[in-house]
């Protein structure tokens, strides 16, 4: 399911459905929600984790921001449990609603030490005595696995990191706000990128959330501000580069540094680069001409597969992420494979790129479980390989 069909689901006796969407980007989803809701369903949109106290309203206030309204008539006794009361709530609740559950989906999840038994069969009771009403749930988390009884009844939609289309509208968009409030301090706020330049910032802003780049704007025009005003300029690419290193980084992704030096032999390799490389072209992309999927580096250290590596980016035109599988891996069940599926997530937004997969043997050693952990980095690489955006 994509994100655009979740209110045609929702309006389609389907009452239940599952959004995985990256953390940064919450507020802007329940946002969202709350405008489409209201517009096509003329249905009040409410929101409820572990985290407050009670249940909330969702409104959009008159400057178009996202408002929490408690719920008087929610008053959970202080020995229920709050998970099944909310679920008991939404039973019972009279009106109709989207309801907005937060992190539950530990609860209802396979191989999960959490998992309730009790809360799954309140959770397919409710889908099918909801499926009649005008009541509606929205399950809202990171790195969401429904358990096998309820993967066939609810409709799962990851939410898409933005493309750079989308994250240019969004600079033009959130700079013309920073301006206006600019203005309204009485200070100066200039704007000299022009149209390629604004579209260097949004690729330089790829694998980003579109609340991740306003947080960048923000801090880079406070960092920037003096008596005289701010002036965004071509000087926010490279700072744009650096926030996203260092988030990428907390993922185990490291965007390489370019090669100083070019490698020596590998005359056929050099040449086989050399002839593809106009492949990546937009020129290219536009003939649906074939692109080089990948190629696999083997050798004792010392013997110049990195600087290889860094070699092909160069070669190709193209950004380089290191992936560094030894720092993926987790002690906890599924917890590699969702480190891997958000890595590759991020990577695939990024693309064009060069996908650097380092040390891969090492998910093979150690104990018998990580050789499926590998299983799910070769099957999600080529999963990407296929869409023919990323050469590692």
Not at 60 to 67: C, E, H, R
Not at 200 to 206: G, H, I, M, V
Not at 294 to 313: E, F, Q, R, S, W
């Amino acid at each position: 399911m994509k994100l655009s069909n979740l209110l045609s689901t929702l309006d389609s006796q389907i009452p239940i459905a599952a959004l995985d969407v990256l953390s940064p980007d919450e507020a802007t989803i329940i946002q969202w929600l709350t405008t489409e809701a209201s517009s096509k369903l003329s249905s009040p949109v409410f929101f409820w984790n572990l985290g407050v106290s009670t249940l909330e309203q969702c409104l959009i206030a008159a400057d178009g921001g996202l408002v929490f309204k408690p719920v008087p008539e929610y008053k959970k006794p202080p020995q229920a449990d709050p998970l099944l009361f909310v679920f008991d709530y939404i039973a019972n609740f009279s009106g109709n609603g989207v309801f907005i559950l937060g992190d539950i989906h530990p609860f209802i999840a396979k191989n999960s030490s959490q998992l309730s038994w009790e809360i799954l069969s309140k959770v397919k009771n409710l889908y099918h005595r909801l499926k009649p009403t005008d009541k509606r749930i929205a399950l809202l988390g990171q790195s969401i696995q429904l358990h096998e009884s309820l993967v066939r009844l609810i409709p799962y939609c990851e939410v898409p990191l933005p493309s750079i289309d989308q994250i240019l509208l969004h600079l033009n968009s959130y700079l013309h706000d920073l301006q206006q409030s600019a203005r309204e301090q009485e200070l100066n706020f200039t704007v000299t990128l022009e149209n390629a330049e604004f579209e260097t910032l949004s690729r330089a802003a790829l694998g980003l959330t579109l609340e991740e780049i306003s947080d960048f704007l923000r801090l880079t025009v406070k960092e920037n501000l003096t008596d005289d005003g701010v002036v965004v300029d071509t000087d926010f690419i490279p700072k744009a580069v650096e926030y996203k290193t260092r988030l990428l980084s907390q993922m185990g992704i490291e965007l390489g540094k370019p090669a100083t030096i070019a490698f020596g032999g590998l005359d056929l390799l050099h040449e086989w680069l050399t002839r593809r490389r106009r492949l990546f072209t937009q020129e290219a992309r536009e003939l649906h001409l074939p692109q080089p999927k990948g190629v696999l580096l083997a050798g004792p250290p010392g013997t110049g597969k990195t600087l290889l590596a860094k070699n092909i980016a160069n070669i190709l035109n193209l950004p380089l992420l290191q992936l560094d599988i030894a720092s993926l891996l987790g002690s906890l069940v599924g917890e590699s494979e969702g480190n891997v599926r958000r890595a590759l997530k991020t990577a695939e937004a990024i693309a064009p790129c060069v996908l650097w997969i380092d040390e891969i043997e090492k998910a093979l050693s150690g104990t018998s479980s990580l050789p499926r952990k590998l299983c799910w980095v070769v099957h999600l690489t080529d999963k990407l390989l296929k869409n023919q955006k990323i050469a590692w």
